[in-house]
């Protein structure tokens, strides 16, 4: 049975780092829903977040697949409780004063911050589950819509669980 | 130290004596350190690929990891098919390009490739040198990424400019490569239940791959002391020796009726260093449709559960783990199996037609009579080979050298330079298909220029057969683009040409003698033997099909 996971995984943050995965996933089949990558506190580590959507056995062959590069330090696949968030700039046309009111009032429902203000435009900043920016953008599909941009989801488990490197030791 | 210095010094410091290669542009300040590093044995080849496949095949004669040289932009490109051919079939090998100077990547400088990029998705690892102080720590990462593990090719791509900077770092000692931790010791509650599976198995079965070449004792002694019924893939060839008892040959889309009837009917099948290619499986759905327990033992967890589900993995080391399961397992009460497969194989020798034509099948058996199975075989790619595979009964570990994953055509000559450099002192037979062979045929300058006693086996039936021979089943004889016969060299003449003694044999009343003479030729020598055009492997199981679809006799006009 398909299913969406997040995926967090750990990197040294090398050049063409993000290619080799990219390509592995490419080269494999495997899709890609969204992406996001940045540093860590963890000096040249950096996370990358991917969803993907695939049954347990194409899950399985993500993770061992990633496993395999090099540069791969860590693959989670968030399964418990998890918290995910994606962050998203839409930029909105406006015609006169109602529309404004009505936008306005949407934004407030889904706790988006308008950020920039133009005679004829409207930028929102938009934070959450993805579901939630999908939700917001179907609302705003009413209106004319100039621009989105979606960062793609990044994840972190609940609680107290969290990623951990093993020690750095010494091999042969 | 420049930076070309300091790459051979690396190179020395990991035991490497034999570099196989061509110069150019990009690389000639290492080319120029070369020059007074005489511990360093060059073989200069006459293209890349050929370097590469020869590096390829002196890694896996002897367990080494191979090392090529070559150029930037066509040089690096040129590697390109032997380095995926190394991936797929699981060869150390270390590549070092030059590369354009750094000064000038990304500029669409003169002979510049992005071979980093090019190269990723067929090699292990790569790098792309920009610091001539990180040279002696990459080096020593690639030759332990290149030989652990799932073994592979790593390449070093290094700009000029670094080749010529002045060094200040140290040589490493170790590497710390944090995310690249093999795992070899198989687990011991899987070995655990591992033997409790066999022992309970009424139809085990043991198929040893490619990964297994280095765990041949372990896993002889293993299928002496069960009394297991055993086959081994194109690359596990060897692994168990041809003449065991216990072996059933080679499983798969040419495989023994034996050996694909066992995996049928077999209730257990015990995998050790082999990724169940699709010709072995064939329609994977269909693949051992009475498997109980798949017991799958290899070093790459991503190799395990990826075409058939393993209900018990264990990720290890081939030799570790065989070394436990032999120590472990006691004799397999499996004699009513044995006799199933004793009556199989009484049915169905492999087809051997003995007519009085010539057949490369007779040539490849006398060769195998006449050296006891003892010799290293090379071989290209196409019907040659798998008959090479079928009627050469290999005794010996890491002695069948063939592209298995790839099937790369023209891997056969240069890969026999790199079986001789390897095994200098043993008989290198290198069975080739004539259109596989002038793939590379260039190469036979290498093997006269170090004088390189390769026997060379030309199988010549004016060709592509393997084409043609599918053509034959699967499009109605219709034979598009498959004829060599009318422009094919005079082969004894090339060779000739080479300064490498040939003949021609025509007859099969001819094929003892020349067998005889080939062998006691003491340098190199060609052998074309004029072989039936109109000639099939079989069995055969076709593309996607199983079992019962096999094809076990040529069909009654194709014999004619």
Known sequence: MKQRHVISVLVEDHPRVLTRITSMFARRGFN??????????????????????????????????????????????????????????????????EERIELKEIAEAFRAQ??????????????????????????????????????????????????????????? | MTGAEVLLEALVREGVEVIFGHPGGAIMPVYDAL??????????????????????????????????????????????????????DATPLVAVTG???????????????????????????NYLVADVNDLPRVVKEAFHIARTGRPGPVLIDLPKDVQNDAFTGDF??????????????????????ALAALSAAERPVLMVGGGAQHAADPIRRFVERTGIPAVATLQGLGVVAADDPHYLGMPGMHGTVAA???????????????????????????????????????????????????????????AWVAERLAEGAGPLKIEPWWRRIRAWQAENPLPFPD???????????????????????????????????QFYPVKKPRSFLTSGGLGTMGFGLPASIGAQVARPGETVLLFDGDGSFQMTLQELATVSKYRLPVKIV?????????????????????????????????????AEAYGIPAFRVERREEVEDAVERVLGEPGPVLAEFRVKAEEGVFPMIPAGGSTEDMITEPPEEARS
């Open chain 2, 260 to 318: 694909n009837r066992a995996i049928h009917e077999a209730d257990l099948i015990l995998g050790i260093g082999l990724r169940f290619d699709d010709r072995v499986t064939g329609d994977v759905e269909r693949f051992a449709p009475n498997l109980k327990t798949l017991i799958h033992v290899n070093i790459e967890p991503a190799d395990i559960g990826k075409v058939i589900e393993a209900q018990i993995p264990v990720v290890g080391d081939a």
């Open chain 2, 99 to 125: 590369q354009v100077p750094t000064t000038a990547v990304g500029t669409d400088a003169f002979q510049e490739a992005d071979v980093t990029g090019v190269t990723m998705p067929i090699t292990k690892h």
């Open chain 2, 172 to 193: 490493p000692e170790q590497v710390d490569l944090p995310g690249y931790r093999p795992t070899y010791k198989g687990h011991p509650r899987q070995i655990e239940r």
């Open chain 2, 458 to 494: 030309l199988l010549n039936n004016g060709f592509l057969g393997m084409v043609r021979q599918w053509q034959d089943l699967f499009y109605e004889d219709r034979y598009s683009e498959v004829f060599l016969a009318d422009s094919n060299p005079d082969f004894v003449k090339l």
């Open chain 1, 32 to 97: 890609i829903d969204s992406l996001a990558v940045g540093r860590t506190h963890l000096p040249g580590v950096s996370r990358i977040s991917f969803v993907v959507e695939g049954d347990d056995r194409t899950l399985e062959q993500v993770e061992k697949q990633l496993n395999r590069l090099i540069e791969v330090l860590k693959v989670v696949d968030h399964e418990g409780p998890r918290l995910e968030r994606e962050l998203a700039l839409v930029k909105v046309r406006v015609e006169g004063i």
């Open chain 2, 35 to 88: 020059y007074h590093r005489k511990e360093l044995r060059h073989i200069l080849t006459r293209h890349e690929q050929g370097a590469g496949h020869a590096a390829t095949a002196y890694a896996r004669a002897s367990g080494r990891v191979g090392v090529v040289f070559a150029t930037s932009g066509p040089g690096a490109l040129n590697l390109t098919t032997a380095l995926a051919d190394a991936m797929m």
């Open chain 2, 355 to 389: 007519d009085g034509e010539l057949r490369s099948q007779a040539v490849i058996r006398a060769f195998g009579e006449a050296t006891g199975g003892e010799a290293v075989v090379v071989t290209g790619v196409g019907q040659h080979q798998m008959f090479a595979a």
């Open chain 1, 114 to 172: 308008i950020v920039d203000v133009a005679r004829h435009a409207l930028t929102f900043e938009v934070t959450g589950h993805p579901a939630k920016i999908d939700r917001f953008l179907e609302e705003l599909s009413n209106y004319g819509v100039l621009e989105t941009m979606r960062t793609g989801a990044v994840a972190m488990d609940r609680g107290e669980r969290v990623i951990k490197l093993r020690a750095r030791r010494e091999a042969v």
